[in-house]
């Protein structure tokens, strides 16, 4: 009797829309998925953070935060500030640590990511085409 498994190793990526243009409309992503995260496992997730134009933004002068809420409860289980993986390139990286996934039960929750620019105003970014500002966890 033979036994056969397949693992898979998947990216976790999403986009981060900043409007950088005056006007009504935008090509902003439509949609996006469910970002999952495992209890007591180290998690990272990447971002792409793009302007009105879908080109990357030069992330030099800003810091992102993410808050990641409980869906049903609405309390607040965690802040993480992103790391800035590469500036020009806009891309950046949430990595949450297996201490901090142990936060996390078999819940949904929302994570919304904002950005603080160099004046020092916080501003929250677009994720999708009806302009949610928050990402689901899974």
């Given at each position: 009797?033979?036994?056969?498994a397949?693992?898979?190793?998947?990216?976790?990526?999403?986009?981060?829309?900043?409007?950088?243009?005056?006007?009504?409309?935008?090509?902003?992503?439509?949609?996006?998925?469910?970002?999952?995260?495992y209890?007591?496992?180290?998690?990272?997730?990447?971002?792409?953070?793009?302007?009105?134009?879908?080109?990357?933004?030069?992330?030099?002068?800003?810091?992102?935060?993410?808050?990641?809420?409980?869906?049903?409860?609405?309390?607040?289980?965690?802040?993480k500030?992103?790391?800035?993986?590469?500036?020009?390139?806009?891309?950046?990286?949430?990595k949450?640590?297996?201490?901090?996934?142990?936060?996390?039960?078999?819940a949904?929750?929302?994570?919304?990511?904002?950005?603080?620019?160099?004046?020092?105003?916080?501003?929250?970014?677009?994720?999708?085409?009806?302009?949610?500002?928050?990402?689901?966890?899974?």
């Amino acid at each position: 009797m033979s036994y056969q498994a397949t693992a898979h190793k998947y990216n976790q990526r999403g986009e981060i829309f900043i409007p950088n243009r005056t006007g009504t409309t935008y090509n902003i992503p439509s949609n996006h998925k469910n970002f999952i995260v495992y209890t007591g496992l180290d998690t990272d997730i990447e971002f792409f953070v793009i302007g009105s134009d879908r080109k990357p933004v030069d992330a030099s002068n800003i810091t992102m935060l993410a808050s990641i809420v409980h869906r049903t409860s609405r309390i607040m289980v965690l802040h993480k500030t992103l790391q800035i993986i590469n500036y020009e390139e806009g891309r950046a990286l949430l990595k949450l640590t297996a201490a901090e996934t142990s936060l996390l039960g078999a819940a949904l929750y929302d994570m919304m990511i904002t950005f603080t620019d160099a004046s020092g105003r916080t501003f929250s970014m677009q994720s999708d085409q009806n302009n949610r500002i928050g990402y689901v966890l899974e």
